[in-house]
């Protein structure tokens, strides 16, 4: 009986020093697969939709050939059950990721963003087809005007009301957001030129101030000239005087500008023509402006 005891006690414990050392070797070997570099020679999206499971996402990243080994992945999960709190969202994987730093980046929801610049000097139509080229950004038609409804601004007038910069979204962003982030802070720029204005400048408001702007603008490139500018189509402006600047022709004409102004061209009426018309054109002149208001402010009236 003793015999049978001390057979069974060793088996036993044979059995167990079997068990410790394979669970041993399996946390050593899910350790390391968990610090295995992510299959990948570039960049890579990965959407994870609502109501993934990481058990479904690990498939997913099977099928997609980024990972192998998926029962690795499921044991890692029993060993850190924290990593399993992953959040939906477009993310970007990178040959340097290893398992464990994707897993991280799921749970911490640290989403892919994009960036979108907004170049001073284009217009509104051009903006529309960078908005409609970016990357998993929604659109939908007319949506500067539809911004301005939004604000308060029923002009229909887009043209020198949104702030040239550089903006970040994550997918499937609505570009309204964006576009009201960009109008607010032309908005607040304007705002603090205007405050700053000379007194008895012969302008009404902090558009008005923009359209100006916008004209100096296209009169020259060179910004040591621009004030000298802006001082004669002020004083033009107090005496009554039409600006008589070619820009505002050439806006006028639209496409029919093939790069010469005829005299037809300077007594034709529109609403941009300076040469027929008093005062400043309706608008400013498509360009978006945001650097070179100063030189309209500082003058004295």
């Known amino acids: 009986m003793k015999k049978i005891i001390i057979i069974a006690s060793s088996t036993l414990l044979t059995l167990l020093t079997l068990a410790c050392v394979g669970a ?36 997913q990243l099977t099928d997609d050939g980024v990972i192998q080994d998926t029962w690795k992945l499921k044991w890692l999960l029993k060993f850190r059950p924290e990593l399993a709190n992953i959040r939906t969202g477009l993310y970007e994987m990178s040959p340097s990721q290893t398992v464990t730093d994707l897993l991280n980046d799921l749970i911490a929801g640290k989403v892919k963003t994009f960036s979108l610049t907004l170049v001073e000097g284009k217009t509104i139509a051009e903006w529309e087809q960078q908005l409609a080229s970016a990357p998993h950004l929604k659109l939908s038609p007319e949506i500067f005007v539809a911004v301005l409804m939004e604000q308060g601004d029923d002009s229909a007038l887009p043209e020198g009301k949104f702030f040239p910069d550089t903006y970040h979204y994550t997918a499937e962003a609505n570009a309204k957001v964006l576009l009201t982030q960009s109008y607010k802070m032309m908005e607040q720029e304007l705002a603090k030129a205007w405050a700053e204005r000379a007194p008895n400048l012969p302008l009404k408001s902090p558009y008005e101030m923009l359209i100006l702007a916008s004209i100096v603008e296209k009169e020259t490139g060179q910004a040591h000239e621009r004030e000298q500018i802006a001082g004669v189509f002020v004083n033009r402006l107090n005496q009554g005087m039409r600006l008589q600047t070619d820009p505002t022709v050439i806006y006028g004409m639209g496409e029919r500008y093939k790069g010469n102004i005829t005299r037809k061209d300077l007594v034709e009426e529109t609403p941009f023509n300076t040469y027929r018309i008093f005062g400043l054109p309706p608008r400013p002149l498509r360009r978006q402006v945001k650097r070179h208001l100063r030189p309209c402010l500082s003058l004295p009236a």
């Open 24 to 59: 041993f070797w399996g946390y050593q070997t899910v350790i390391e697969y968990s610090q295995t570099p992510l299959n990948l020679d570039e960049p890579r999206e990965l959407t994870v939709e609502r109501g993934t499971s990481v058990n479904q996402l690990a498939q």
